[in-house]
């Protein structure tokens, strides 16, 4: 396979026509065979993957913050919308992470890893929105399970998340950080596959416009803050590495069903090896 044919893989998967602006492939390959995929790769992990012989290796997370890749937050405005969040609000609720992402974009040295590549000769690409995407839709078929059945709550959607693989797995928990486990459940929101979590001011839009649950994988403490500090829905998180791995998962094992030999390393959550 060809670093395009494993991008093409991905994008399929995640349900994208093309690569979106936070994934990219830095060093081309063919006739790959040995994969070694991780979420955070750095000029460390690029030197052992040489040195280990591997033809590819492939990170989840961006090799630094990509001038565009801002764009993969307004994600976050069609999961909103999809809940019922009016567009307009659901626009205002990502600006002020839109703007902070564009100048961070401003700020990164993009090339810093993906010169340690080429100087190696080693193909290097990264795939994340695709991937975070397929870990979203298992989450939602799990939530849309749960909703489906009589007076469901949310402590049913925390044990729903927690049971699966990856989940039971990982080093984390999934946790209710915020509301009561034993409110009932209607309209549940997957904030995942949008870059990162849409903090604070997606939550609160969501819980001000019929959304009573929120999932994230993550969230900053004093985004955590304030959300508590108003009082208003409930918010789940997975934990990251567990959250990630959902959408790794059936990525590899579509590689390996390939031919590809892949092996797992930084952080990815293999729940059957
Ligand atoms: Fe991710
Ligand atoms: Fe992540």
Same mark, same amino acid.
């Given at each position: 396979?060809?670093?395009?044919?494993?991008?093409?893989?991905?994008?399929?998967?995640?349900?994208?026509?093309?690569?979106?602006?936070?994934?990219?492939?830095?060093?081309?390959?063919?006739?790959?065979?040995?994969?070694?995929?991780?979420?955070?790769?750095?000029?460390?992990?690029?030197?052992?993957?040489?040195?280990?012989?591997?033809?590819?290796?492939?990170?989840?997370?961006?090799?630094?913050?990509?001038?565009?890749?801002?764009?993969?937050?307004?994600?976050?405005?069609?999961?909103?919308?999809?809940?019922?969040?009016?567009?307009?609000?659901?626009?205002?609720?990502?600006?002020?992470?839109?703007?902070?992402?564009?100048?961070?974009?401003?700020?990164?040295?993009?090339?810093?890893?993906?010169?340690?590549?080429?100087?190696?000769?080693?193909?290097?690409?990264?795939?994340?929105?695709?991937?975070?995407?397929?870990?979203?839709?298992?989450?939602?078929?799990?939530?849309?399970?749960?909703?489906?059945?009589?007076?469901?709550?949310?402590?049913?959607?925390?044990?729903?998340?927690?049971?699966?693989?990856?989940?039971?797995?990982?080093?984390? @928990? &999934?946790?209710?950080? %915020?509301? $009561?486990?034993?409110?009932?459940? *209607?309209?549940?929101?997957? +904030?995942? #596959?949008? =870059?990162?979590?849409?903090?604070?001011?997606?939550?609160?839009?969501?819980?001000?416009?019929?959304?009573? @649950? &929120?999932?994230?994988? %993550?969230? $900053?403490?004093?985004?955590?803050? *304030?959300?508590?500090?108003? +009082?208003? #829905?409930? =918010?789940?998180?997975?934990?990251?590495?567990?959250?990630?791995?959902?959408?790794?998962?059936?990525?590899?094992?579509?590689?390996?069903?390939?031919?590809?030999?892949?092996?797992?390393?930084?952080?990815?959550?293999?729940?059957?090896?």
């Amino acid at each position: 396979m060809t670093t395009e044919d494993i991008m093409a893989v991905a994008l399929e998967m995640g349900g994208f026509t093309r690569p979106p602006e936070d994934s990219a492939i830095f060093v081309e390959g063919r006739n790959i065979r040995r994969v070694l995929f991780g979420v955070d790769v750095g000029a460390g992990e690029l030197h052992a993957a040489k040195q280990l012989g591997f033809d590819l290796v492939i990170a989840h997370h961006p090799a630094g913050v990509y001038i565009d890749e801002w764009k993969v937050l307004l994600r976050h405005v069609e999961f909103m919308t999809a809940a019922g969040v009016p567009e307009d609000v659901a626009r205002a609720a990502v600006a002020d992470r839109v703007e902070a992402t564009k100048l961070r974009g401003q700020i990164s040295n993009v090339d810093q890893t993906p010169s340690v590549a080429r100087l190696l000769g080693l193909p290097f690409m990264n795939i994340h929105a695709p991937l975070d995407e397929v870990g979203r839709l298992r989450m939602r078929a799990e939530v849309d399970r749960v909703l489906a059945h009589d007076h469901p709550r949310v402590a049913d959607v925390v044990d729903a998340l927690a049971t699966f693989p990856e989940m039971r797995r990982a080093a984390t @928990t &999934v946790q209710l950080l %915020h509301g $009561d486990p034993a409110r009932p459940v *209607r309209n549940v929101l997957i +904030g995942h #596959g949008a =870059l990162t979590n849409g903090g604070y001011p997606v939550a609160k839009a969501c819980f001000a416009h019929g959304v009573d @649950t &929120v999932v994230y994988i %993550h969230i $900053d403490y004093g985004e955590l803050q *304030r959300l508590r500090a108003e +009082g208003r #829905g409930n =918010l789940i998180v997975t934990g990251h590495l567990a959250g990630d791995s959902l959408g790794f998962t059936p990525f590899i094992a579509e590689l390996r069903k390939r031919g590809l030999e892949v092996t797992t390393f930084s952080g990815v959550i293999e729940p059957d090896r």
